[in-house]
Structure formats: C-alpha cells, structure tokens
C-alpha cells in the first residue's frame, strides 16, 4: 500500500471513530434540501461574476443550491453531508484556493455515497496564491488537471472539446447540429469551437470507460470530461472553464453539463423550467423585406404556417432594404400591410432590427449608430407594426444577427420589450445572458438559434450543399430532442427559405405538430416562453426533509398554473394523483400544477419505490 492510500485510509477510518464527536454539530446544517456550490468570498469582481454564472444558470433550471465555503463544509461529518446534500459543486475559477484536507473530505463524502463534480481547476493553488506540485482532486478524479511545475506558461491552451462517440455526446444534452460529426463542438458560422484547456495527465489507473471526451491542442489528446464511481458515490471532471464561458456568452457548456450531472447521474429533485412539463419549440420566421410578399401567401397556401402552432413571425417595416429610395423594403406602412394581417392568425408579430434590414446590420456592424439613434429605428419599426395589428410588439430578432451587446438589449429593455432572437449562446435554451462576465438584462430573455454546424437558416445550408435527408433528419432530431428532455429550443429561417427543402420543412412541421398533439411539445412563441420562465424565476421553491420524506412548498403569488416539480423516482413513491397532473419516464415522476389560481402547493413526498 503506497503512502497515498494509507493516509487516505488512515483518515476515513478517524472519521468513522471520531465521526460521532462532531454529529453533533449536524444540528447546524439546515434542514433544506439543496446542492451545494463551494466558492468562498469571492473577493475579485471577475470571482463574483462566475459565481453569478452559476447561480443564473442553477436557478433558471429549478435547481435547488446553496453557495457554502469550504471551511464550513469540513465542520461535518461527510456521512451527515450526505444525508444533507446529495452533490456538491467545485466550480472553475472559484475554489482555487482550499484547505488541503478538502481533498480527504470530498473522497469520503463520494464513499459515503455523495456526488461531486469538479470543473476545470478547483483547489489548485494554496493560501498564498501558489500553484501546487499536484491538483487536490487529482488523485480522485484520476486526471492531473494542473502540470505547472513541468509545463510552466504551457500548461494550458487552446483546444478542441471533442466527445468520445456520438453516444456520449447525446448522454451530456449536445443539442443535434451543435457538435461536427456528431463529437467536436461546434458553433453558428464558426464551425469546431476553440476553448482554453488544460494540458491534462491521465492517470495510469483511469479506464477508458469513464472518459467522454477529450481536450485535444495541438495534436495531442488529454481527458477532458471523465465520470467514474467510487464506493457509493461518483465523480465527474471537465476541462473546461463552465463558468467564465457562461459568463461570456457561451451557456451551453455550463448548462448542460449541471443538466447531465445533477439531473441525470444526481437525480435530483428540482422544478422543470419549461411550460407544463413538456418540451417547447420555437419556431421564427424573418420576413426581411418586399421578397415576402410573394412568399407569405404561399406558405399559408402550402401549410408551411399552421393554427394552432403559434410562430414568431419578425417582420423588418420600412421601405428599403440596401439604402433609402432603393424601393426593397418590406413596407409594412403600405404595400406590405396585408401581408401583415395574413400572418395574424398564425402568431406573434415581431421586430426585425430597426426599419432597413441590411442598412440597419451594416450601420451596427460599423458601430455609426448612437444609443439613441438605434432606439429611435427599433422603436420606429416597432410603433409602424404596432399601429397595423393593434398590439404591443414585444419579440425582437437581429438583422444578419449583428445585435452588439448590451448596448441593444439595454434598447429592448428601454422600449418596454420581453425577448429576442441571439446568435449568443449558440444552441442552448431561453435564458439571461451574460456579456464581459456580468448579465445583460434580468428582464429581456435571449433565445439562442440552434445551429446545424455552421448554419442556421435553411438558405445557409442550401448554399453549402447540404442534402435534403441530412436537413430532415436534423430537423426531425430538434423535436426528438426537445421532447426527450423537457426543454426549450429556437429554430430560424425565413419565408423564401421553403423553396430549398419542401418535403423536410413540411415533414419537420408535420412532426412537431403531430407531437404536439400528443402533449409531448408546445409550438409556441418567443414570448410565450419568455413569459414563462420570468415567473418560473419568481416562483420559490422550498424542499425540506422530514421523517420518511420531504416536503415540498411551490409559491408564487402570480400563480403556479403549469409549473412542474420533477421527483426522482429512485427515491420516492409516486404522488398522489389529485396534487395535479402526472406523467412519468424511466427517472422522474412529473407532477404539474392544474390549477389556474392556486398560488402555493405543499406536498408531501413519501420515499420509497412504488
């Protein structure tokens, strides 16, 4: 046994013979059932800004968490841990600096049977800010995340995120078209994604089996996402900074990898943040100027626009398209008004940009607009639609997706505006973004496109030649994945777009609908969903164990009509039917709130396996 194991050993078993002086203590932890995220003081504002990633992102996804520093966490028994928290968290940039018998803890936590997931560089530096000869949790991760000492300057870099297989792509919540080959990240017009990492050393001892991807710089392979069991608990590892790419427009990698970890491989009882239960697609549609006209009537002749399935149909108002005079514009003041009252029946009627569709792009792009200038075209567009169909316009989406940050969400906060569509964020679910660390606005929601590799829009794939049954399947995998894990997504084109694939476009809208019908999706708007979720933010939640169970209380004064609380069924018997309606799969039962004026439900949840 060599000197490492027998400390360990060593240290578990004082734990066990001393762990009944300090249960006591137990009594301080509180009775809530949460996960608990290890950051500490966070003294810089760079350190406060990942914390508010995650915190964003957890409370967004119904999580229920509780930000602790190290220091407290060590007064307890990890056994007692266990029965309080059912994983902690160990994010990147902000648990740098921890107690070195953190490291022991975690370990007997995770035998115990506890869960943790450690991001990209916890407990790699000690008190005084120095790097350590070896990463706390590199031993029980079994990757040494941290090679200063051998590497210097070189010990990170910028690399690939590349998945083992497609399967493992699909395990981690990779939305279809947001890796190449189904393995590499990949993003809208950039195509495989470039992420600083770092350089890796896999341990002898790590299996290829818990490894799911790979970190690859250069030529050269290190892990970067590696899940593997230890006694009754298990550890996941990325390599990848979660937090910092949040915070800089990139919310993806944050969000599905706590999705994976604390939804799936936790199970964790949590609210689910899409309407009812049920997957949400949004389905946008940019009308850009006077070449609709010919294309609305036919996609309502052609059924490419259904009732019942709620579009968000943007529509650029003015006259010109390229420069005043040109004569190129969608007109919504005057040729293209009854355009504009076709679409009514079919949705949500919303901004694209300001009043001159490639204009408007070409002046953000030069940055030649003032604040207030941008303001004066938006909301020019805005009042010129408002005025035809005599409602509030309340979605906005891009131009070409030039939409400069924040500066142009501060302008839809302004004009009193709820959401819009963003090439941000690229391939993840309606949320609040962040730009330069901080979040834009807690009041306009972004709706990130779904990319298919490269491309967006319908048109974008045609001119790169990709073939029909490849967009079919693609489109087709959208609903699949929307349904399967009760989320919100966006996709994007335009009316002229139908032209380029006719039979994948209908057979995509004759899926969803059919789904939809099921009560598996909702097809609706932009706002329909960004409605939502600002009360899913504003509704509490509170999960509190008691004898044989837990009690969950769901409040909000506006209302808990289609709020869903997710119940591992690992853990508890199914509730009883008259607290709402039930559906269930392989993990959870999915209990939803009926009633359209109750404002608090309390349940009490029973454990045990029905």
């Excluded at 990942?50 to 992102?57: G, H, P, Q």
């Excluded at 309080?84 to 160990?90: E, F, V």
């Excluded at 949790?137 to 941290?146: E, G, I, K, P, T």
């Excluded at 970067?224 to 937090?243: F, P, T």
């Amino acid at each position: 046994m060599n000197k490492q194991k027998i400390i360990i050993t060593f240290f578990i078993i004082a734990l066990g013979v001393y762990g009944g002086l300090i249960l006591w203590r137990s009594d301080r932890l509180t009775k809530d059932y949460s996960v608990f995220v290890v950051c500490g003081d966070c003294p810089t504002q760079g350190e406060r800004n990942v914390r508010s990633a995650y915190e964003s992102v957890l409370r967004e996804e119904g999580i229920p968490y509780r930000l602790v520093d190290a220091p407290w966490l060590l007064g307890f028994h990890p056994a007692a841990a266990v029965e309080m928290t059912p994983a902690i968290i160990l994010p990147d940039a902000i648990s740098q600096k921890l107690p070195s018998d953190m490291a022991f803890w975690i370990e007997a936590y995770i035998r115990a049977g506890g869960r943790a997931l450690v991001v990209f560089d916890p407990g790699i530096r000690d008190q005084r800010g120095h790097f350590l000869k070896k990463p706390l949790f590199a031993d029980l991760v079994q990757v040494n995340y941290l090679q200063y000492q051998a590497l210097r300057e070189k010990s990170y870099g910028d690399g690939y995120f590349k998945f083992k297989d497609s399967a493992s792509a699909r395990a981690f919540e990779i939305p279809p078209g947001k890796a190449s080959q189904g393995v590499l990240l990949s993003g809208y017009a950039y195509g495989s994604l470039t992420y600083p990492m770092a350089r890796t050393l896999a341990d002898p001892r790590l299996e290829d089996r818990d490894v799911y991807a790979y970190a690859e710089i250069g030529n050269t392979r290190f892990p970067g996402l590696v899940q593997r069991s230890i006694g009754k608990g298990s550890v996941m590892y990325v390599n990848l900074s979660l937090g910092v790419l949040k915070g800089f427009s990139d919310d993806l990698p944050l969000r599905v990898i706590l999705r994976s970890f604390l939804l799936r491989t936790v199970g964790i009882l949590h609210m689910l943040n899409a309407p009812g239960g049920q997957g949400g697609l949004v389905i946008n549609w940019h009308i850009d100027s006077s070449i609709d006209w010919k294309s609305i009537p036919a996609m309502i002749d052609r059924k490419y626009l259904r009732q019942g399935m709620d579009y968000s149909l943007h529509i650029t108002a003015g006259d010109f398209r390229d420069a005043p005079g040109d004569g190129l514009g969608f007109d919504a003041g005057g040729k293209g008004a009854p355009f504009i009252r076709m679409l009514r029946p079919y949705g949500v009627i919303g901004s694209h940009g300001g009043w001159a569709h490639n204009w408007f792009a070409e002046q953000l792009s030069s940055n030649t607009l003032s604040e207030q200038e941008i303001t004066q075209y938006v909301n020019k567009n805005n009042e010129t639609l408002s005025h035809i169909t005599g409602t509030k316009i309340d979605e906005y989406s891009a131009p070409r997706g030039v939409h400069p940050q924040p500066i142009l969400t501060r302008v839809l906060e302004r004009l009193g505006m709820g959401s819009y569509y963003y090439t941000g964020d690229c391939g993840s679910s309606p949320n609040r973004t962040f730009i330069n660390g901080v979040m834009v606005s807690t009041s306009v929601i972004a709706f990130p496109i779904l990319p298919f590799g490269k491309e967006a829009s319908l048109h974008e794939m045609k001119v790169t030649g990709v073939p029909e049954p490849e967009v079919a399947a693609w489109l087709r995998g959208i609903v699949d994945y929307i349904v399967d894990h009760r989320t919100v997504r966006l996709f994007y084109s335009h009316p002229y777009d139908m032209y380029d694939y006719p039979r994948a476009l209908k057979e995509f809208l004759d899926y969803a609908e059919r789904r939809q019908s099921e009560g598996s999706v909702r097809v609706r708007s932009m706002s329909y969903f960004a409605a939502f979720l600002q009360r899913f933010i504003r509704t509490s939640s509170l999960f509190t164990r008691v004898p044989g169970g837990m009690t969950a209380i769901v409040s909000n004064p506006e209302g808990i009509f289609d709020m869903t609380l997710a119940i591992p069924r690992s853990r508890f018997m199914r509730p009883p039917s008259g607290a709402g309606s039930i559906h269930e799969d392989e993990e959870y039962y999915y209990l939803t709130f009926i009633s359209t004026t109750a404002t608090t439900a309390t349940l009490n949840l029973i454990e045990g396996r029905s």
